[in-house]
């Protein structure tokens, strides 16, 4: 997981300084199993909202090797910092029940062959 908030996350320092140290709701995160898995993750998520955009009220999700890094090479992909399993959650105002709920099914799925 990479999250701003996190002491060892290499922003941390700049989310301290122009944040005060209150991180967004924004991180990225790898699934365990390749690209097959980061789509049936992606694909199963039923609250987050499959977007490009992120930072919204709602629960936004991405995955950039099926969406907006698509047309990059594997290569060019991982010199932008993204796997093939890659998810970028913007988490919203939603219950954190229902929040949790989601991702947790979604992460059933992506175990899923």
Excluded: W
């Excluded at 999250?3 to 320092?13: I, K, V």
């Excluded at 399993?85 to 709920?101: F, K, N, Q």
């Amino acid at each position: 997981v990479s999250y701003a908030g996190f002491p060892d996350n290499p922003h941390h320092a700049l989310c301290q300084k122009y944040l005060g140290g209150r991180a967004c709701s924004l991180m990225t995160f790898e699934i365990r199993g390749g690209y097959d898995a980061g789509t049936r993750f992606y694909d199963a998520l039923e609250l987050f909202k499959r977007l490009v955009n992120l930072g919204d009220a709602k629960s936004l999700a991405c995955h950039p090797a099926s969406t907006t890094h698509r047309q990059m090479s594997a290569e060019e992909q991982r010199q932008a910092g993204l796997g093939p399993a890659t998810m970028r959650l913007s988490v919203g105002i939603e219950h954190i029940d229902d929040i949790l709920a989601d991702l947790d099914q979604a992460l059933a799925a992506a175990t899923r062959a």
